[in-house]
């Protein structure tokens, strides 16, 4: 029996003898308890981590701007030995190669630091590696599991019933357990407002194409209303302009989920009039009644940009967030041109003080051009990588393609840090679904595992 024979059998045999799963006469994998603990990561607020701290990266006093500190945790340990054994015996051949490429960020952070241009090394300031080496982990214990469900839907769906249960629990006992305290703004555990929000509108395009949600529209309706308690706003207008895509699709074609074969029908319209209605009646009531629900739910961000877009469009450009987001646009494109080829180091702390020489100490609001700060040329391999299987997705119609082009759209205008793991692991655990399913749409077969789809709707069967 060969090494990696044996390591499965370790792995995924049951724990059924001599012990609990005798008890319960329920069998329990190894897989299922690395997995199962992930999810339990999820729940834990933020203030756990810190508690549990072991090393804790924080900003520098040189830094004026204090955004946030990333803690290495104890209780991270038992993913990163689950993961890397994960990575070595299931993912290996398989799905992308995320150390590999932390190899070689590392290994342009070397040259930076022989160059004089070094941060990372000159102040140790590993954070970012720390946080996506961690996430890594987490994914291939994840992929791992989907491979052996042979789906990857019930996984999803936990993170995000996870996610949308800690947010009500934070409206409803008007709390933040998060990693940042704003008034009324709320957000699920151990994450911030933009992480939050973009989980929830992203996980809300799997819900347009899960076969299994018979009512879509209204519960992205659901969604979407629940994104208004965190205050984000960019992400309630792409969901907005997705939504609407999908309603029109739906409409003109005449067939919203009927047999195909019986022609077009309209099924379920009340669904397609009850969805909309929902959101423009949340809108409304935000309207009219903004004074007494802020008590509760900041929701002036929201109003005042739809205020602004219908009704006086000068507010567009005092307003502070917009104007902010195009100061970071204007400072990180600056810094970026001062070593496009090798950025600034991977860490956040160095673009940070990079960008705090130009007035603005935080972070560029745009994915792409953030990462190429950290990463410089580099960052070409993940968009590159990302942008063909995208379009191979959709060239397909394949159920992830509404997931693939909201990601898409999303980094292209927005975006920037992300502090927590959750939605890190998120993000990778998506990049993976959709590469790989590309890669096997190439091969000219989608098979023998949870990238078959057969959770999902594709998009010629769902329109």
């Given amino acids: 029996m060969t090494n990696r024979a044996s390591a499965e059998i370790m792995l995924n045999h049951p724990i059924d003898s001599q012990g609990l ?7 329990i994998r190894g ?10 990561l999820f729940l834990f ?5 810190f508690a549990t701290s072991l090393y804790t990266f924080t900003t ?3 830094i004026a701007y204090k ?4 803690c290495v945790s104890w209780l991270y340990l038992p993913t990163i030995v689950g993961g890397i054994y994960c990575y070595v015996v299931h993912c290996r051949n398989t799905y992308p190669n995320i150390f590999l490429f932390l190899t070689l960020l590392l290994l342009k952070d070397l040259v930076l630091w022989t160059t004089g241009y070094d941060y990372v090394f000159t102040h140790l300031s590993f954070e970012q590696y720390w946080l996506w080496f961690t996430s890594a982990c987490m994914m291939y214990i994840l992929i791992a599991e989907a491979e052996r469900m042979q789906s990857a839907r019930p996984i999803l769906n936990c993170m995000f019933a996870i996610t949308v249960a800690m947010l009500i629990v934070a409206i409803v006992l008007h709390v933040t357990p998060g990693q940042y305290d704003y008034v009324n703004r709320y957000t699920s555990t151990n994450m911030a407002h933009g992480e939050t929000a973009l989980l929830l509108g992203s996980a809300s395009m799997l819900l347009l194409t899960d076969k299994h949600v018979d009512n879509k529209l209204l519960a992205f309706g659901a969604v979407f209303v629940l994104v208004i308690a965190t205050g984000t706003r960019k992400d309630l207008v792409y969901m907005l302009l997705f939504g609407i895509i999908f309603l029109i699709v739906r409409f003109v074609r005449g067939n919203t989920g009927g047999d195909r074969n019986n022609g077009p029908k309209v099924y379920k319209r009340w669904s397609m009039i009850l969805a909309p209605a929902v959101m423009l009646t949340a809108v409304v009531v935000l309207a009219f009644f903004s004074e007494r629900i802020t008590e509760i739910i900041n929701i002036g961000r929201v109003t005042d940009l739809f205020e602004s877009i219908f009704g006086d469009r000068a507010e567009l450009t005092s307003d502070y967030s917009i104007v902010g987001r195009s100061n970071s646009l204007e400072a990180g494109l600056a810094v970026v041109s001062e070593n496009p080829w090798l950025g600034k180091g991977f860490s956040f702390y160095a673009q940070q003080l990079s960008l705090q020489g130009y007035g603005f100490p935080t972070f560029p609001h745009f994915f792409w051009l953030f990462n190429w700060e950290l990463m410089g040329l580099l960052v070409l391999i993940p968009i590159i990588r990302f942008l063909k299987s995208a379009a191979v997705l959709m060239g397909h119609g394949d159920g992830y393609s ?5 990601l898409v759209l999303y980094c292209t205008l927005s975006g920037g840090e992300w502090s927590s793991f959750k939605i890190v692991l998120w993000l990778m655990f998506l990049y993976g679904i959709v590469v790989v399913r590309a890669r096997r749409y190439r091969k000219g077969a989608v098979a023998d595992s949870f990238i078959s789809g057969n959770d999902e709707t594709g998009l010629e069967e769902l329109l």
């Fill in 67 to 70: 955004w946030g500190d990333f």
């Fill in 402 to 406: 509404y997931l693939a082009a909201y």
């Fill in 45 to 49: 607020p933020n203030d756990f981590y």
């Fill in 31 to 40: 897989l299922d308890l690395l997995a199962g603990y992930v999810m339990l």
């Fill in 21 to 27: 799963g005798r008890l319960l006469h329920v069998k």
């Fill in 60 to 62: 520098p006093t040189e």
